[in-house]
């Protein structure tokens, strides 16, 4: 049979789409599409508003009334006594209570109160000397008392009685440090289960922003929130629980729509295979415990909450009797201190409002139900489509089959959205739609000749069903069919890179002949066509039996040509070499995007079994590191693996250069950018430091800056980690890095930790300012440009402090200082 003959068949074809599209179905390549038509059903799907709920937001206009955020904890006291006595049902506070107190002082203070106290002055003959005591005792216990926020709002949230306070968490990936141990104030408040009974799906996490425990043990409950890890993927579900370590904490939404509706927190019963009920409501949630959000909205555009502002309820503007028997909800609005999040009505809401939509969920019973009957149905409905295809839209004349077809395919995309804006109901059918609409698109070229129906195929047409078989047939191992069907297709660029994609799968099966078989198709076809040449060699000496040696210069997959590594990445041009290795600008074959990646060549410097299996345990440690790391102010590692002796890390690519360029005085910076340059890099190091990451090798040549975007990067982290596979005995090994940047104690050899950091960053700040690569030892107040403040010139001393005791305790302190500073020379 011939292959026009086989395709004259007109039930090979639908066969050959239908197993196409079940395949990129169970593949997700088909999801991004099944969620677009999801949000156009949420955009036309209206419910009532739920008008319990009421947000006050920390807007721009209270932050530029009272002042830069965090604030000193008095704003918050004062708003929670005014809420108090409107009588609201609850308070919810999304923010993470972190107040801007002055330990110092507050310390001076105590003492000074407990020696007034230890002086017996009241047992003195002299009542105007006692009457002065009394009264600077009250002036002190008020200080102490304006001071000591914590205590003072430890006390109002018990006296309220309604406060629901927020935790931010974040997902422990597998083999990162288990999560830390919690207070007895916290685990009070989780959800009482037995770690047997704790649903599987859940993932384990860490908690690493939470009321102090004083705070804690007087809120009315705790809620959980772990922020998306893509700030700029679409939020359409929301947790309901969390799981950290052996406690079971409920999400912000549950805990605060069950305490509205008086529903204790031992009624929350998370157990395997069974709903979770609110009251009488079973919640409609998939495997993972996410309900599907509703998004409600209004002609406006406008929030449909009411949101009133910080500063105007602060102020007496909004009356305390708006708040009566309501849910207030408090967060942070402000952009820049807020991350905002896009949902399906194509709006970015803060936190704060994304909460008032999923507690309105809960509350409503709104929440849409995705059916788990429609996984399964999902391949029947695909296959009755296919049956479609082959014996009912071809019979009828070609115009009334064409026009039959496009009808069902509208008709699923119509019935997915009206059950949902009618039902609430989810069944997707976009994949369905699809399938029938481009299986019409083929039948559209079907005519009658000679009393025959035949299939008049365009040749792109063959090509396109021949490709997405071949893939398909990659994708099981089949490459030699694979292979067949690539050679059936046209011999353009589309083709010829889905072939040297079946190269590198051949290769790493260590298929050699079969590799060798393409390769020389590939020459004969384009010659030269990428790097195929010195691959059909390569493969031909390992098809022969001979292997490359461990320190050979890079071998055909490490060329400094256009080459590929894990299968999708293109090696285009040499970035730089740094201490470690070379980075490399390449492309993401499969994404279609720029990335660098830095290659290590661990085997090159670890000759010896034993000190190579030692580098890469450490790689693995530092790849897991740079995984978890997550911050605007820090190159974001996309992929590891070690390839062939050799480390690899896909990253991010940043335009900009490394901070050497600025130490000499006629590339030095502005002071006020060196200072907001200095401020980023704490904030970033301060959240590796949470997650128990220390840099260890803090230097100019490991931060980018952009001068136009004023971008600061920081790149290197965990590296550190592989100098501990270099035998102490080995003082020639190039790896030995240069002390400039190290502390004092990790040039005795302690490991590094928050305060090394500190100190590294305290040399960088002091050689901008400076111009110049100036030693530590030759550092002082005398040898700073005039007109430097003070300020930051103790700043600097503080972080370059020999003892590390001396130092800053955090960069979060470091940060603050800076703030100050700056306050200090603007309002002097």
């Known amino acids: 049979m011939t292959v026009t003959h086989f395709f004259a068949k007109r039930w090979i074809l639908p066969i050959i789409l239908t197993a196409c599209f079940i395949l990129a179905d169970h593949a997700s390549l088909l999801t991004h599409l099944e969620w677009q038509t999801y949000d156009q059903g949420i955009r036309h799907s209206v419910h009532p508003v739920d008008k319990r709920i009421v947000l006050i937001a920390v807007d721009e206009k209270s932050i530029a009334t009272l002042g830069h955020w965090p604030w000193n904890g008095q704003h918050e006291l004062q708003l929670i006594r005014t809420l108090a006595r409107g009588g609201p049902k609850l308070i919810v506070d999304t923010r993470m209570v972190v107040f801007n107190t002055d330990q110092v002082a507050l310390d001076l203070l105590e003492k000074a109160k407990n020696k007034l106290d230890h002086s017996h002055y009241s047992s003195l003959d002299n009542p105007e000397f006692i009457q002065s005591m009394t009264g600077l005792e009250k002036i002190l216990v008020e200080g102490i008392k304006h001071l000591n926020v914590v205590d003072e709002y430890a006390k109002a949230v018990a006296r309220t009685g309604t406060i629901i306070l927020a935790m931010q968490g974040i997902p422990l990936h597998y083999g990162q440090t288990a999560a830390p141990p919690l207070g007895e104030a916290m685990i009070k408040h989780a959800i009482t289960a037995t770690p047997p009974s704790f649903p599987q799906q859940l993932p384990d996490s860490a908690i690493i922003l939470a009321p102090p425990q004083e705070i804690a043990g007087q809120a009315l409950a705790l809620g959980m929130n772990i922020p998306p890890a893509d700030a700029n993927a679409i939020v359409r579900t929301a947790p309901l629980a969390y799981r950290t370590a052996d406690n079971l904490f409920p999400s912000l939404a549950l805990i605060v729509a069950a305490k509205s509706l008086g529903i204790q927190r031992s009624e929350l019963q998370f157990q395997p295979n069974k709903p979770i009920s609110l009251g009488q409501w079973a919640i409609p949630h998939d495997q993972n415990y996410s309900i599907l959000t509703c998004f409600y909205h209004d002609d406006t555009g406008k929030s449909p909450f009411p949101v009133h502002s910080f500063?105007?309820?602060?102020?007496?503007?909004?009356?305390?009797?708006?708040?009566?028997?309501?849910?207030?909800?408090?967060?942070?609005?402000?952009?820049?201190?807020?991350?905002?999040?896009?949902?399906?009505?194509?709006?970015?809401?803060?936190?704060?409002?994304?909460?008032?939509?999923?507690?309105?969920?809960?509350?409503?019973?709104?929440?849409?139900?995705?059916?788990?009957?429609?996984?399964?149905f999902k391949p029947l409905l695909y296959a009755i489509c296919g049956l479609i295809l082959m014996f009912i839209l071809p019979m009828p004349p070609r115009t009334i089959g064409l026009l039959a077809g496009l009808g069902l395919a509208s008709s699923c995309l119509l019935a997915e959205i009206v059950l949902m804006v009618r039902h609430a109901q989810w069944i997707p059918l976009t994949g369905p739609a699809l399938l029938l609409l481009s299986g019409t698109g083929i039948l559209a070229f079907t005519q009658r000749t000679s009393g025959k129906r035949t299939l008049v195929l365009p040749y792109s047409e063959a090509d396109d069903s021949n490709r997405m078989l071949g893939l398909a047939l990659q994708g099981q191992g089949r490459f030699d069919l694979a292979f067949e069907r690539f050679r059936l297709c046209r011999t353009d660029e589309l083709t010829l890179g889905m072939l040297y994609h079946l190269v590198l799968d051949l290769e790493n099966n260590r298929r050699f002949n079969e590799a060798i078989a393409v390769l020389e198709y590939l020459e004969q076809k384009k010659e030269g066509f990428r790097d195929c040449t010195i691959r059909l060699e390569s493969n031909r000496a390992m098809a022969a039996g001979s292997s490359l040696p461990w320190n050979r210069e890079p071998s055909f997959a490490m060329q400094q040509e256009k080459l590929s590594l894990l299968d999708r990445y293109r090696l285009e041009e040499e970035l730089g070499k740094g201490l470690f290795g070379t980075v490399w600008h390449g492309h993401d074959d499969h994404q279609h995007r720029e990335v660098a990646i830095k290659i290590i060549p661990l085997q090159e410097r670890f000759p010896d079994e034993k000190s190579f299996s030692q580098a890469k345990s450490m790689f693995n440690r530092m790849a897991d590191q740079c995984l978890a790391l997550r911050h605007p102010n820090i190159i974001k590692t996309e992929e590891t693996q070690i390839l062939e002796g050799r480390g690899v890390l896909v990253m991010e690519i940043h335009d900009g250069h490394s901070l050497e360029q600025h130490m000499s005085p006629k590339r030095s910076l502005a002071l006020p950018s060196i200072i907001q340059m200095i401020a980023k890099i704490a904030m970033a190091l301060d959240h590796a430091h949470r997650l128990q990451i220390f840099h260890g090798n803090l230097r100019p040549?490991?931060?980018?800056?952009?001068?136009?975007?004023?971008?600061?990067?920081?790149?290197?982290?965990?590296?550190a980690m592989l100098l501990e596979a270099i035998p102490e005995t080995d003082i020639t090994h190039p790896w030995k890095r240069t002390t400039s940047y190290l502390s004092p104690e990790q040039q005795r050899g302690d490991p590094p930790g928050r305060r090394s950091d500190i100190y590294a960053l305290g040399m960088i700040f002091a050689q901008l300012i400076l111009g110049t690569s100036t030693p530590a030892q030759q550092i002082g107040p005398e040898t700073f440009p005039d007109g430097t403040p003070e300020c930051l010139i103790g700043i600097i001393q503080k972080c370059l402090a020999p003892q590390p005791e001396q130092r800053f305790i955090n960069c979060i302190d470091l940060a603050k200082d800076l703030v100050s500073c700056i306050k200090s020379q603007i309002n002097p």
């Open 311 to 376: 500063i105007d309820v602060l102020e007496h503007k909004v009356p305390a009797t708006v708040f009566r028997n309501q849910i207030v909800l408090i967060g942070l609005t402000t952009p820049g201190l807020a991350i905002r999040y896009a949902t399906p009505l194509g709006q970015s809401l803060a936190p704060v409002e994304l909460l008032a939509h999923e507690v309105a969920t809960l509350l409503n019973q709104d929440a849409l139900v995705h059916p788990t009957w429609a996984l399964r």
């Open 701 to 719: 040549g490991n931060i980018i800056f952009n001068e136009e975007t004023q971008e600061i990067k920081i790149a290197g982290f965990g590296q």
